[in-house]
Every structure is written in C-alpha cells, then in structure tokens.
C-alpha cells in the first residue's frame, strides 16, 4: 500500500506546493508573501531572502562537520565490526553494566582511542570520541564522560605533576577505572555544604575519610557500584590547631584520591562500605553507587592540590587568597563536562529528529476525499511540531562546536575574558540546549504515534537516557542562575565602565538602544524583508535580554533593603530564569547568523537561512507576549510573525528529508527501523518477525 | 543533618512568611495586594477572597472522593494483603506479562471483582476499579482496560442479545481473554482506511477474514502476544454481489468475533500468524502483538451485529442508513476507553504531584548566609514549576468525575443531547489531560533532581507508561480535531437558530459579547477582587474561544474556495487546534469554578478557591500574547496578572503538605521512598542496603 502510494507522492506534493503557493491562496501569510520572488537575479535584501531551490546533501554536510569526523567514523566502523559488543533493546541492569564495560574496554584496548590524552593534546577531538560514544550508546558516552571528563579530569586539573605522573597511563589505558565523588544524599547543587570531612592527621601524615551521618553518604557515584577502583572524594579538608588543643580549621571543600578496591582483588578495602544505587530511569549501563567511609586513611600526598597544598607539617598554602576564590577555581576546572553534556545532547537531538522526520515522510494518513494519503509531515500540525526544532538543532549545532573551538582555545591561552565566557556559556547552553532536547524527545515520540511507542525505535531509550543531562554536573535551574547572576555582575560593570566579555558585548549598544522607547513606526513593519533581516531578529532578541535585564537590576536592589540578598534573588528568581534563556537564545541566534554568513555555497546558505530565520521567528512568536506587553511589536506584527513562522515551517518541510539527512548520522547511530532511509516499514516487519 | 533542620523548619517558614506578608516589600505584587485582609469578617467579595487560614485533610478528602471509595480500598487492601503479586522495580517484559495476568487474575477470581458486570450495572464503579488498578501498575489498569473496556466493551455494545449470552461470563470471569484488534501497521487514526477483509460466503454461511498485504497486518493488539483466546477484528465487510459473477460491495468497517487460539491447548488456530511487538517503552506488562489472517472462517453469527447485519441468503440490513453513520454509531460506542484513560491520567498525576511535592518540602538546598538551607519548595522557581500543576491536577479531578457522571448519565438515557456531549469532551478531555500529564510527569522528575532519577522513586516508571495514553484510543491531535469540528458544527447551527448542547452554551452569550470590542475600562482593571473574581475568569476564557471560533470560522470558509475542504482544514490546522485547547480549558475552568461554589465546609473552599484562581490565572498568563494581540487585557493588567499568579503559587505551598495528602493515595499506590508521608530519606536509604 505504502508501494502505491509513493509513486505518486512526488505528484501530490506537486499539487500540494502549488496550491501553496498560488497568489490567491497565499493571501493568508500576509500581502507581503506574495511579493517573495521564487529565485533569481537580485542582489542585496532580495537575494538574501530568496527561496532556495535545491539543496545538496553533500555541501550541507561537508559544511556541517566538525574537524574531527575522522575519529569519529574510526569509532563508528569499530563498533560496526563488532555487533556482539552491541547494546540489545532489552537489557537488564546487571548485564547492562558489563556490556557498557566491554565497549569501553574495547573501545580503549582493541580501537586504540586513548581519552585522556586526546582530552589533553585537543580537546576538541577528545568531545568528538565523547559524541560518537554516545552514539554506540549513551550509558557508553556516560561511562566515558566519568572514566576521563571527571575522574580523568579531577586527577589532571586538580593536582600536580606527581598526580599525573603516578595516574595518568593508569586511567588512560582503563586499569585504573576510577569514580568522580562529589554529591552526597542531602547535597548536589550546594557543593559548599558538603559535609564528608577529611580531617590531617600529622602523626601519620595522613588525612582520614569520614561520613559524618547518613546525609553525607556520597550519592549517585558512576563506576562506584561496580567497576572503579580509585574515587576523588570531595571533602572538607579539617586541620587540627597547632595552638589549642582539640580545636579544628574547616578549610573548605578539597578533592582527594580514594583507593575503593584492590587494585588486584578488587575486594572493597576497609572502611569502605558501597552500596548499588540501583535500576534508574536510564543510564543503567553505568554501576552508580552510593559511599560511606569510616576513618579511611589515605596519605597527604592524595590531596589534589593544585589550589590549595598541605605541608607535611600540616602548613596550608595556596595561590588563592580566600576559601571561596578555591573553592570557586575547583569547580571551574570541571566546566568540560558541561561543554560534553551540551555537545552530546545536540547529537541525541539529532538522532530523534532524524527519526521523527524520515517517518513522518513515509507515514500516509487520511487525505482529501477519494485521493490517496497524505504524508503526516504535510499537516500544518506535523510541521509545527517537527519543523522549528529542526531549526533549533541546527541553531545549537553551530554553537556548541562554537563552545568546543572557545573551550579549547581557554585550555590554550588561559585569558581571563575566555575563561569567564566558557564558564557561563557552558552553563547556560549545557541548561538551555539539555531542556530543549528532553521536552523534544517527547514530541518526536508522539509525533511518531503508536510506532513510536516501540523501544526499538529508540525515543523511549534516548529519553530515559538523557533526562538526567539536565540534572547533573549541574542542575539547569541552578546553572541558568549562574548565567543571571554574571549577567547582573556584568551590568554592574559596564555601570563602572568596566570593559565587557566577548559574548556579552553586544549588552553594551542594546542596553543603549532600551533605554529609548520602541520606535512607534518600526514596531508595525511587517515586510517579509524586514522580518528576515537579520539585524531585525537580533535587535528583538537583544532588546527582550536587555530589557529583562535592567528591570531585574532595579527590582533586585529595591528588595534587598527588605528582604536581604537571599530573599530578593528568591523573589526574581522567575524573572532571572526568564533573562538567562533569553540570554542564551540571543548567543544561540547570533552564531547561527555567522553560520549562515559564513557558509560559502550559495543553496546551501539558502537553506541555513530558511532555518534560521524560523528559529528566530518561531522564539520571537512564543514569547509575544513579551514583545506585545512592552509595545516592541505591534498587533498587526505580531499576526505577520506567526503567519510567517507557519510559512517557513512549510518551506523547511520542502527539504526536512536533505535537511535530516545532513546530519550524517549512521545507521549504526539511528538505529531505528522506522527512522532508517528507505524501507522502514519493511524493516520494521522484519525485526518483529514477519 | 534533616532532623537538625526538622525543628527550625516551622520558625524559619513563619520568618519567610512575614517577609513576604510585610506590607513593605509585598508592594512589588502591585499596590492592590497589600490590600487583601488576611482574616476575618465581611462577607461578599472579600470573604470570598479572604485567605484561609488552615485546611483540614479530613474535610477536604471527604468532599474530594467519589462515590466509590469502597470498592478502590477494596482493591488495595487485596493487594497490600499480597505482596507477592507487586511488580518489582526492575523486571523483564516476559515476567511483567505473566505477573500482570496473575494480578488481574487475582483481582477477579480472589477479590472476587467482577468488572464487565460493573460496567454493565454502573460504569462509574467500573472507572473507579479502573482507576485503583492503574495506581497497582498501570500495565494491570491497562490490562484490565483491554479485556473489559475493549474486548468486552465490543461485544455488549456492538453485538446483540446472542452475543452477550454466549460471551458474558467468560470474559467477565476471564475464561475468555480476549483482544481489540483494530489498529494495522498501516492505519491507525485512519480507521476507515482498515485494509483487513471479512468476505461473506454463503455456501459455509461463514465470513472469510484476509490480510490483504503487509500494511494491514494487525499491529500493537493488547493480549495478542500471549494471553488471548479471541479477538473482536475490525474489517471491510465485503458481500459477494448476486446479480453479477465475480463482483463484490464493500460494505465498510465491522466488527467481528474472531477465536485466535485453542480454549483448551492455547494454540494459535490455523491461517492466523502472531508475532511479538516486543519491548515497548512502558507498559511492558500487557503483551502487544501482530496479527496476520489468511483465509481465517468464522460463523456468520460472529459478526457483531448492533448497527449491521447480514441473513443467511446475504441481504444487509441495518438501523442507520449510510456507511458513514454506521462507522460513527460503530466508533461512537468505544467512548467509554477515553473517558476510562481521561481518569485514569489524573491519577497518574496525582501520585506523580504527591512525590514531587513532598520530597520538595523534604530536601533543603541553600539558604540565606550563615542560616540553615531552606526547602527548595520555598523557592520561587520551584513553586512556579509545582503548584500551578497542582491547582491543574485538582482541576482535572473534578472535570473528570464530571464527565464520568455524564458517561453514566448518557448510558441510561442515550438522550441525543447528551451523547454528542460525552463524545466531543471525552475526546477533548482525554487529549487535553493526557499531554499535560506526560509534560509534567517530566518536570516532576526534575523538579526531584538526582534522586527523581532512580527508578524506585516512579517518575521514570510513570512517564514510560503514561506516555502512550498520548496516542492509543485516539492521538491527541487527531481529537482535538474532532472537537473543533464539533465547535464548528455548533457555531454553523447557532447561526441556523439551532440549539447548544449543554457544555457548548456558553458560546451563545460570549459570541454575543465577542461581537463588541473589548471594554477599554475593565481591560485595565488590575484589582485583585476583580482577577479573582471567576465571572472575570470565565469571561476570558470563553471570550478567547469564541473569537477563536470565529475566527477560525471566517478563515476555513475563505480557504475552501481555493484549497478545498481538506486543504483549508490543513491550512488553518494549528488555529483549530488551539480553538479546541481554549474551549476544553473553559469547561474545565467552569467545572471548577461549580465545585468550589459547591463545597459546603468555608475553610475547604477558601483553599479550593485559592487553588482555583491560581488554575485561571496561570492559564491567562500562559497565552498573555493572545489577549494583549486582541487588547483584551492592558500591559499594567498583564503585569498584575503575572504577579498575582506567583503570590498565589506563594500562598498555595503554605497548604502544599495538605493538598497533596488530601488526593488520599495509600503507600501502596505512591510508592517512592522519596515521596513518603514521613521518614523518605530513611526509607530511602535503607532501600538502598544501608
């Protein structure tokens, strides 16, 4: 059935365009539309906003590829080649965790991808492995993430040359899987409140582990249940008072190296009790555990104490003045397990909507009476649904390897203004994009109807897997605050006239521009022309961050005379949440511009820009609201936004097969038999059994 | 550490309280708060909006429960008293089928519950052990759902006399497991579109049921894979025509009785080829298959004859005259699955609202400097997330019970009225609440962080199973198509001097009203009486409806002439769609409004009031765009709306305890360490081995 029908697909669609298309019928879009020529000449407003006519996969994706496909594909072919090393759609817990193990293990010792020191020559190349593993499976990419990002990356980041030297090799070649030990049961975000204390015994020149009370039992511990041998545990350092007897100096929360289990037996050693967390929501090829330590003693030299060093004679020295300032540069040094979780989750979103798309191409359902079916990707329903979040995945494609290229060139120069910008950006696109992903995953399943539903085609499985992204390494809701309050912090330095970071600049001419009301006559344009005009787009985006902004600065200093800093913060917060995505979505535009700009064919960058302009639109349309209350859009506007926004969803459904098919995802990724290139239902049956 | 916390918690909350309640700082929610009395006398309006100072549990349980309490403690006490029949927390699907069938078993053969007769006698009670079935396992409410309100359901209501005697007690006492096999591979909303064939032969007297092609292999039918012994088959009855050799009618969509195995050996019969749907992302207790027929003869008698049948020479009959009013009358008795899945959603949202809401109140992250961390339920962003959804679910609760009322109500009457009521709002209701519970069955998930993410705590669980109630007995948009159609129809008969139906006649006065344009006066109002006033409330939903209406019907009338009825329909798809979405949160706002008016003890009202402001507000804020695109309210009263929404969500934590233990759900139907009444991190711990 669906055999007939395709052959007269092309034909339909045909009819259907037309019938889009013709001048009569158009009229619903706004009078504007109608003035859109269909290609050709003209240079300048017209070219830029002229329909493309083809689009070739090949450019897209040669366009599209980060610098490192090559080590990509390595692991791809790897585990193309070894299809026992694949995950089955039903797995139980236990097996699961060997599985994952295997292709990990495989992936270091057989494929000869060596993580940590990929991380530590270009570290680009390294979240490329990270992106690829993940595609395997994410536990894979997961298990990876806590192996180099986090066990790895406290070992190099944290401590010294002595560290490195004695662990290096170790994590890098797997004989020292290792654990990253930071939450406890009643503490994630607030890491300050830790309270496992690792007190400095001088007698011994030892410092000894301790769970104070059930709420300190290290927490959620990747490769702790399991796999790990070693742990960085944070703590708080405690050192005795020379001058009092019985007296302590809480010095803050330290990292530490925790031998867990015998590197030979791997017997859990003394003192020691571990726990399994149990089956999760996902993830569950990762052995999370849960820790307690009683007076497990470990020597000095287990410190990692890059900031902050313990003389053997119990003499605390750092290059950092304050407790805060320490604590404050610990944490920085784990920012590239952000960078990762945002990277990884544009790849996951990648393959749903690649899924999503490639089915609701090939499924027919209903149509007009006595002619065949209609691709559900035809209804202006299915198009709302799939089509800006195609755009939106392109947006975040463009600017989390934006992310990777700043990580690494902050890795390289240490600048202080890169170091700042990563941080917050990481923050905030790692909330920002991770949201987006796991709200879409929904919509992709849904939209796939009852075949959706089917754990072989894999929304079921990326969504359990990747809820947790916008939990851990930093809970979003905490991590966009981060983003406000430098936001704040930044505003309140462009005051002193204190120079701005690079991504926040564009602060300086919008903060300008806001405090002059919206231009009665511009506020009414509703050309096509000026609504994909770039310039149009982020002025929207940077007047709404700018205006949430200064309103938040006021309203935050007024309610602290009452309610203290904590209380008024608290009474923002929904304001300051609303200014960081705003923030964020105002980055996120202004890469993708450059992505466009920067694209050298000339079809090619006629579809980015089709995409763009619905990623900005469509933002600018959900949040009207906004724009209408401040008077930034007028009613009429307003109209021609969403009728434009329905417009361009229609126009990227023309290319979402090309468009989808860019991505470059391998089958071996994709998986899904109705998500595969051709003959999905046929696959579909087969896998069942027919 | 939380004990420590336990005894400042009541101090520090009254602390917080006042800083909120101080006049001084409070002026931020608009001028117009400060003036609310926060107690005692005068009667009118500020009774009415008087803040209540305490809630009983008891009071509010007792006006919450429906009528059949007895029959769901039933339910729960028979499996409370047997633990062995609990499904565990990580089990593979195979076990989860035969565990599902030995609870289903159990509760109809031990607990001695007889569901069809309950269906039979008094629908409500049979939705009510519905509902207490999901809260055991959904895949038993489910299991229970196919073989009564599916199978069962099609032959008391699409077969006859002969039918019922020779079917009733065997699938009442399970002798007769039994499917619902209407969706094919190819067809699912499209239920027209059915390819499978019944072809009649009159010299067996036999109907002849064929599997044209792979598209119509029956897909994703409910104890197909292993539990059942019949199937009601949903096909083209196709009638050899008489007159002339070889020729044949299509007589459309029928129902037919068909056995699929052995009564005695449980094999498959002869001609009919099962195969296993397999893992699915929830739900993996009921076992889903594929079916194919080849040339599979079953007695004329098996053909469920209610609204169609065929004698023993060949000659059709029925009560209905077009094959389109049979297929609707056909449809139109399955409406009872919608109402079934609306109320078993609400559900789901309850126990996921109880969890997120109590471990809220449990975990305390930051705080103010040097003072001990606060609940994060007292953060704003976190009321923001939980407590609208809070009002919603109690929204939900009392529109539902509604509407099973209704159901009952249209079953003893078949008033015209009344069916075309309980059709149009059990399609729009089961669509609304079931995509608002699979939104936030996510948030709450991350509303709980890390420790939402084990599976023991339900979230994943939850979402996994609930999610396909998004698609099955109807997808979601496809019904809220049909009730823009039926709002269509309405508004075409309303313009014919025709009458409303019951729900629909508020769309008589405010089309009215829509007419003039909005009162430039009141559009400013921003008085908390007149934004907690419910005539202020109604009139904006329904006025937003109404110009939705009608102008949705302007557009299709303007884009039939050039697309044709079906692309005009697609054309303007997203616009019916929300049309349905606002009228269906009329109803339910109405509802509400009716229950809080109703409820007899003064202190539960005022709590219900304040939940049932909250509902309306935070659904006005939620489309601010499109009342501020059409002026209906001003930018200062779009701003004092969106304030007023935070007080309330502020004053509704201080009753959130309460609230959720007044949805009366038992340990055993909640589950989560974490979202127990008292001692969740205890229970917590200990279930994790310490």
Redesign the interface.
């Known amino acids: 059935?669906?055999k007939e029908g395709e052959g007269e697909a092309p034909l339909r669609r045909l009819r259907?365009l037309s019938?889009h298309l013709?001048p009569?019928?158009s009229s619903?879009y706004g009078g504007s539309l109608a003035l859109v020529p269909c290609g050709g000449g003209g240079g300048g407003a017209a070219a830029r906003r002229r329909r493309p006519s083809a689009v070739s996969v090949a450019e897209l994706t040669e366009y599209m590829r980060g610098r490192h496909r090559g080590i990509q594909m390595r692991v791809f072919e790897f585990f193309a080649s070894r299809p026992e090393l694949a995950t089955p759609?039903?797995v139980?817990?236990a097996e699961h965790r060997e599985i994952c193990m295997r292709q990990l293990s495989a992936l270091v010792r057989e494929a000869g991808i060596r993580p940590l020191s990929l991380m530590d020559d270009d570290p680009s190349a390294y979240f490329a492995v990270l992106e690829a593993a993940g595609g395997v499976d994410i536990s894979l990419g997961v298990k990876l993430g806590v192996q180099y990002s986090l066990w790895g990356g406290t070992v190099i980041n944290l401590g010294t040359e002595k560290h490195r030297e004695k662990y290096f090799d170790g994590i890098d070649n797997l004989d020292y899987p290792g654990c990253f030990a930071m939450?406890e049961?009643?503490?994630?975000?607030?890491v300050q409140?830790l309270?496992t204390t690792a007190t400095f015994d001088p007698l011994t020149d030892e410092f000894i582990i301790d769970t104070p009370?059930?709420?300190?039992?290290k927490?959620?511990i990747g490769n702790a249940a399991v796999h790990g041998k070693f742990a960085t545990v944070f703590a708080k350092l405690i050192l005795p008072l020379q001058e009092e007897a019985g007296g302590s100096a809480d010095m803050g929360v330290h990292a530490f190296i925790v031998p867990i289990r015998d590197l030979k037996t791997h017997a859990v050693l003394p003192g020691i009790?571990i726990?399994?967390?149990?089956?999760?929501?996902?993830l569950n090829g990762v052995d999370n555990g849960?820790l307690?330590f009683r007076s497990v003693r470990i020597p000095r030299d287990n410190l990692l104490n890059r900031f902050g060093d313990l003389s053997k004679d119990g003499k605390y020295t750092s290059p950092l003045p304050t407790v805060n300032k320490r604590f404050a540069a610990t944490l920085g040094e784990l920012v590239g397990g952000r960078v990762g979780i945002a990277y990884t989750s544009v790849s996951v979103l990648k393959v749903a909507v690649t899924i999503a798309t490639r089915y609701s191409l090939l499924r027919?359902?209903?149509?007009?009476?006595k002619e065949p079916?209609v691709s559900i990707l035809?209804?202006?329903?299915?198009q709302?649904k799939l089509m800006p979040m195609l755009a939106s995945t392109y947006a975040f494609h463009f600017t989390t390897l934006y992310l990777v290229d700043k990580y690494s060139e902050m890795k390289k120069s240490h600048d202080d203004d890169v170091v700042a910008d990563v941080h917050a950006l990481s923050a905030g696109l790692k909330a920002y994009v991770t949201s987006y992903t796991?709200?879409s995953l929904?919509v992709c399943?849904?939209a796939c109807?009852?075949h959706?539903?089917?754990?072989?085609n894999r929304?079921?499985i990326l969504r359990?897997d990747h809820?947790?992204f916008?939990?851990?390494e930093g809970?979003?809701?905490v991590l966009l605050q981060q983003v406000a309050a430098d936001l704040l912090k930044q505003y309140k330095e462009k005051f002193k006239g204190g120079t701005l970071t690079v991504t926040w600049n564009y602060l300086r001419e919008s903060m300008a521009s806001y405090l002059s009301q919206p231009n009665p006559v511009t506020t009414r344009w509703e050309g096509t022309d000026h609504l994909r005009d770039p310039n149009f787009q982020l002025d929207a985006f940077r007047y709404r961050t700018s205006r949430l902004l200064q309103s938040v600065a006021v309203?935050i200093r007024?309610?602290t005379k009452?309610?203290?800093?904590?209380?008024a913060w608290?009474?923002?917060?929904?304001h300051l949440?609303t200014l960081a995505e705003s923030h964020i979505e105002s980055v996120i535009l202004a890469k993708f511009i450059d992505a466009v700009q920067r694209c050298p064919d000339e079809n090619t960058r006629g579809v980015l820009k089709l995409l763009c302009d619905l990623y900005a639109l469509d933002r600018i349309w959900k949040?009207?609201?906004t724009y209408?209350?401040?008077?930034y859009v007028a009613?009429n506007k307003?109209?021609a936004i969403h009728k434009l926004t329905?417009y361009l969803s229609f126009q990227v459904r023309g290319f979402a097969r090309e468009l989808v098919d860019a991505f470059d995802l391998p089958d071996l990724v994709t998986r899904a038999p109705i998500g595969m290139q051709s003959e999905a239902?046929?696959q579909?049956?087969q896998?069942?059994?027919?």
């Open positions: 059935m669906a259907l019938l013709d009569s019928s619903s759609v039903e139980a817990t939450t049961l009643h503490h994630g975000s607030n409140g309270q009370n059930d709420g300190a039992i927490w959620w009790e726990h399994d967390c149990g089956h999760k929501i996902g849960a307690r027919h359902q209903f149509g007009p009476p079916e035809d209804y202006q329903s299915h709302h796991a709200k929904s399943r849904e109807g009852g959706g539903y089917a754990a072989v929304f079921g359990n809820d947790i916008q939990t851990f809970d979003n809701t309203r007024k309610h009452t309610l203290g800093g904590f209380g608290n009474r923002c917060l929904n949440l949040d009207i609201g209408r209350n401040v008077d009613p307003a109209k329905e239902y046929s579909y049956t896998y069942i059994g027919f």
